[in-house]
Every structure is written in structure tokens, then in C-alpha cells.
């Protein structure tokens, strides 16, 4: 009877740890900004390097002559841009993979994506490795500075397929230019509903 309750009791923890530790798959965002090292340094706080992946996303703008003009792809130089914008992408994530590497995470990868679109991208890309989780700042600079600016993380934000966690230094300010009125009101845990209030009586 003894020995029964033991493997039972066995079991239920064993089922309950592996559920714990379920693997997920936290996609980072990285650029080459200040911003990207927070949430790199974020994600690897709270994932378990035994049991989660995560993927350092980097995106490569891809240009687009309908922006730029004919002008630029004169020659080779549009080629020659574009190889240069991935080439900075890739030289942006190798640094983050082998800190992953020294930090002796088992299961970590990077990718470059290139697209008209960081928002897009990084969303797309979650879609298709069914990511648990994706972590980013909130601004950033990319190869190009259009890459990772603000509208990039609400476009996360509000087309994720999953978890967004967007990331915010310990440098990073409120604006200045937004100012209002701000109260904190603490209500007393034993406070009873109150009474609705009933509009002035007209004289």
C-alpha cells in the first residue's frame, strides 16, 4: 500500500514539474541599440536555461527604390546598400549568440530577417515558430534608423500572436512635454461598496 501511494505521489510531481518546465520559445528582438541589450538581458532573467529556447531576431531592412528613388539603384549601389544593411544585422547578433554561448544556454539560435517592415517581420516570424513569448525595447535604431523606432514595438504589441513584453531601461524618461494630474486614492481592504452618488438636486 505503502509503495503504491509513493509512486502515485511520484507520478502527480513529476507530471507537475514537466508542466512547470514546459519549453518555450522567447524571441528576442536585437538591433544595435541600448534598448535590444535590455530585453536580451530581460529574457535571459527569466527563462530556464535548461528547458527554453530563445531566438535573437535581428531585422534587415530590405529597401525599396519607390522610397529611396531611381537615383539610388544606379550601378551596383542598391546591392551593394542592401548587402551592407544584412551585413550589420549579422555582425549586431553574432556578439549576442556567443554571450548565450558563455552563459551556457543549450538551445539558442539567431536568424536575420529582411523586410519593408520590422513590425511585420518580427510578427511573421513568431507566427511561424509558434513563439511563447516575444521580448523587445521600446525604441531602438536598427541598420537604419527606420528599423525598430517606436511604432515598430505597438505593431508587436497589437499583432503578436503571442506574449509581448516590451522593455523599458532603466534610463529611459516619461516625456517631459506629457503632464497631468495624478492622485493615488487607497482603499481600505474591509471598505464596503459605496453608494452611488445622486446628481444635485436642481434649485
Same mark, same amino acid.
Given at each position: !500500500?505503502?509503495?503504491?501511494?509513493?509512486?502515485?505521489?511520484? !507520478?502527480?510531481?513529476?507530471?507537475?514539474?514537466?508542466?512547470?518546465?514546459?519549453?518555450?520559445?522567447? =524571441?528576442?528582438?536585437?538591433?544595435?541599440?541600448?534598448?535590444?541589450?535590455?530585453?536580451?538581458?530581460?529574457?535571459?532573467?527569466?527563462?530556464?536555461?535548461?528547458?527554453?529556447?530563445?531566438?535573437?531576431?535581428?531585422?534587415?531592412?530590405?529597401?525599396?527604390?519607390?522610397?529611396?528613388? %531611381?537615383?539610388?539603384?544606379?550601378?551596383?549601389?542598391?546591392?551593394?546598400?542592401?548587402?551592407?544593411?544584412?551585413?550589420?544585422?549579422?555582425? #549586431?547578433?553574432? %556578439?549576442?549568440?556567443?554571450?548565450?554561448?558563455?552563459?551556457?544556454?543549450?538551445?539558442?539560435?539567431?536568424?536575420?530577417?529582411?523586410?519593408?517592415?520590422?513590425?511585420?517581420?518580427?510578427?511573421?516570424?513568431?507566427?511561424?515558430? @509558434?513563439?511563447?513569448?516575444?521580448?523587445? +525595447?521600446?525604441?531602438?535604431?536598427?541598420?537604419?534608423?527606420?528599423?525598430?523606432? +517606436?511604432? #515598430?514595438?505597438?505593431? =508587436?504589441?497589437? @499583432?503578436?500572436?503571442?506574449?509581448?513584453?516590451?522593455?523599458?531601461? %532603466?534610463?529611459?524618461?516619461?516625456?517631459?512635454?506629457?503632464?497631468?494630474? @495624478?492622485?493615488?486614492?487607497?482603499?481600505?481592504?474591509?471598505?464596503?461598496?459605496?453608494?452611488? %452618488? =445622486?446628481?444635485?438636486?436642481?434649485?
Amino acid at each position: !500500500f505503502f509503495l503504491k501511494e509513493a509512486l502515485v505521489f511520484f !507520478f502527480f510531481f513529476f507530471v507537475m514539474s514537466a508542466a512547470h518546465h514546459k519549453p518555450r520559445t522567447i =524571441v528576442v528582438a536585437i538591433d544595435n541599440s541600448k534598448f535590444a541589450e535590455w530585453a536580451f538581458n530581460f529574457a535571459i532573467s527569466i527563462m530556464n536555461i535548461e528547458t527554453d529556447k530563445i531566438v535573437l531576431l535581428g531585422v534587415a531592412e530590405r529597401l525599396n527604390t519607390a522610397v529611396y528613388g %531611381p537615383a539610388f539603384t544606379s550601378g551596383h549601389y542598391l546591392e551593394t546598400a542592401q548587402q551592407n544593411i544584412e551585413f550589420q544585422t549579422k555582425s #549586431t547578433l553574432i %556578439p549576442f549568440g556567443r554571450r548565450c554561448k558563455d552563459m551556457g544556454l543549450k538551445n539558442y539560435s539567431m536568424i536575420m530577417t529582411t523586410s519593408n517592415h520590422a513590425g511585420e517581420s518580427i510578427v511573421s516570424y513568431c507566427s511561424e515558430v @509558434h513563439a511563447d513569448m516575444v521580448v523587445l +525595447g521600446r525604441r531602438g535604431i536598427g541598420a537604419v534608423k527606420r528599423v525598430f523606432v +517606436g511604432s #515598430t514595438s505597438k505593431h =508587436v504589441v497589437e @499583432h503578436s500572436p503571442c506574449h509581448v513584453v516590451v522593455v523599458k531601461g %532603466p534610463e529611459e524618461k516619461h516625456d517631459d512635454e506629457i503632464k497631468h494630474e @495624478h492622485t493615488v486614492h487607497t482603499i481600505d481592504n474591509d471598505a464596503e461598496m459605496p453608494t452611488a %452618488p =445622486v446628481a444635485a438636486a436642481k434649485e
